[in-house]
């Protein structure tokens, strides 16, 4: 049963330190998600990548964060310096593009998510 | 500019009655339209999905949808609610030709014995 992972699952940490959440997508999906979820704001798409070229940053805090695919097995979100207002759960979620029109990508996949807390 | 509009924030039903979760969507198009559901601690899971054909569309653990291009709705349904059902669903559209979906608010499932 091919499942998204995604470590650590819970992060605690101090103001200021750097955070490192990695991913690592269904063996074959070509889109990788980072989402962040809030109470608040709810479902944030802050990043995605496909063929692990970066098409939208649009909703990431540019000065703070930053989104990589080393390579196809393994996608990394980083906050550098991490604030409290951080706090949340972030999810990676990968799928399968190839649709023509319509969305290019079909179903994603989430992972169970990396609750970070910021002190 | 596409949306999903999920009206209920908080829903509770006793477990064996029926369910609908609401969704209304605002897009130009053809939408493709997905429900998800989170249970407590976890990521989400799809649900069903509608991208064209059939407007009833059947799903895992005993959902359907009916897509409703009059009312811009997606609704989710079950006929009997199981306590296993108690989480929080979201609708989404697919964004045209991107790989983007846009979700709605959510709605959490209460479900009472």
């Known amino acids: 049963d091919a499942r998204v992972t995604q470590t650590p699952r819970h992060k605690v940490t101090e103001m200021g330190q750097e955070v490192t959440m990695r991913c690592q997508p269904i063996?074959?999906?070509?889109?990788v998600f980072w989402y962040r979820q809030t109470m608040m704001q709810g479902l944030e798409l802050l990043a995605y990548?496909?063929?692990?070229?970066?098409?939208?940053d649009s909703g990431m805090p540019k000065d703070r964060f930053s989104a990589e695919m080393p390579d196809a097995t393994l996608a990394t979100l980083k906050i550098q310096p991490s604030e409290p207002r951080d706090s949340a759960v972030y999810f990676c979620a990968s799928g399968a593009s190839g649709l023509a029109g319509g969305p290019r990508t079909d179903t994603q996949y989430f992972g169970p998510g990396t609750r970070l807390t910021v002190l | 500019a596409q949306s999903v509009t999920q009206p209920d924030i908080h829903i509770t039903v006793s477990e064996g009655a029926s369910l609908e979760l609401r969704c209304n969507y605002s897009y130009g198009a053809t939408p493709y339209l997905f429900w998800y559901v989170q249970s407590p601690g976890q990521g989400l899971q799809l649900l069903l999905k509608?991208?064209?054909?059939?407007?009833l569309v059947q799903g895992i653990k005993g959902f359907e949808a009916e897509f409703k291009r009059s009312q811009s709705s997606f609704n989710l349904r079950k006929p009997s609610v199981h306590w296993s059902d108690a989480a929080e669903y979201f609708c989404?559209?697919?964004?045209?030709?991107?790989?983007?979906?846009?979700f709605g608010t959510g709605t959490r499932l209460q479900v009472f014995p």
């Open positions: 990548f496909r063929n692990r070229a970066p098409l939208d």
């Open positions: 989404a559209v697919g964004v045209y030709n991107t790989d983007k979906l846009i």
């Open positions: 063996l074959g999906h070509n889109t």
């Open positions: 509608y991208f064209s054909g059939d407007t």
